[in-house]
């Protein structure tokens, strides 16, 4: 091969390089692991996440977190959907002011009992949802990848992208019917011992 083409060659791949903003690999998880939360009728339940950085040159900031029911996205599917409101917490969580830094990462669990509440999202169950059903679906990122650090620079070039999905499983398992009996017996053993005091 002469040294035209090869120099050419060489300057396209440094063109083609060079322009736009290089996709950072990013990795998001949930938190528990695989996605599965449970909870009654009327509670509240959400994930954690754990993003990592793995660019050594860009900078992340996630926007945002979004949760889809099989429904959304398959009209086929007649199995249960999500039965109640998800509430998106990653502006709690990541902000312009405090990007992702290249080669780290980030966790942060469900905290529901904190304000602001920071995780990837909660779930407000439905209360007329019935026990013993499940829903299924998935969490998707947005996120912008920076050339520099956008806290420094807030008119800092960026990509806008979004996560592959991630499966969840919210379930309302029926309370056990052996602790249920145990209750009920405490509550018995002691409205006796109540009685036997005032005798």
Do not use: H
Request: with cysteine.
């Amino acid at each position: 091969m002469n040294r035209r083409v090869v120099s050419f060659l060489l300057y396209l791949t440094l063109v083609l390089t060079g322009t736009g903003v290089a996709q950072a690999s990013v990795l998001f998880t949930l938190d528990p692991p695989g996605g599965a939360v449970s909870g009654a009728p009327g509670d509240t339940v959400g994930w954690g996440f754990t993003v990592t950085n793995d660019s050594a040159l860009e900078w992340i900031v996630v926007t945002g977190s979004t949760l889809y029911s099989n429904k959304d996205y398959d009209p086929g599917y007649t199995g249960a959907t999500p039965w109640g409101i998800y509430t998106d917490l990653m502006s709690n969580s990541i902000s312009y002011d405090t990007p992702l830094a290249p080669s780290s990462s980030l966790s942060l669990p469900f905290a529901p009992g904190v304000n602001p509440q920071t995780g990837a999202g909660s779930f407000a169950i439905d209360s007329a949802t019935p026990y013993n059903d499940q829903a299924i679906g998935y969490i998707a990122f947005d996120y912008q990848i920076f050339t520099e650090n956008p806290a420094l620079n807030y008119s800092a070039p960026y990509t806008f992208t979004s996560s592959p999905q991630i499966n969840v499983a919210i379930s309302t398992p029926e309370p056990s019917t052996y602790a249920l009996l145990c209750l009920s017996l405490g509550v018995v053993g002691y409205a006796r011992r109540k009685l036997r005091s005032k005798n």
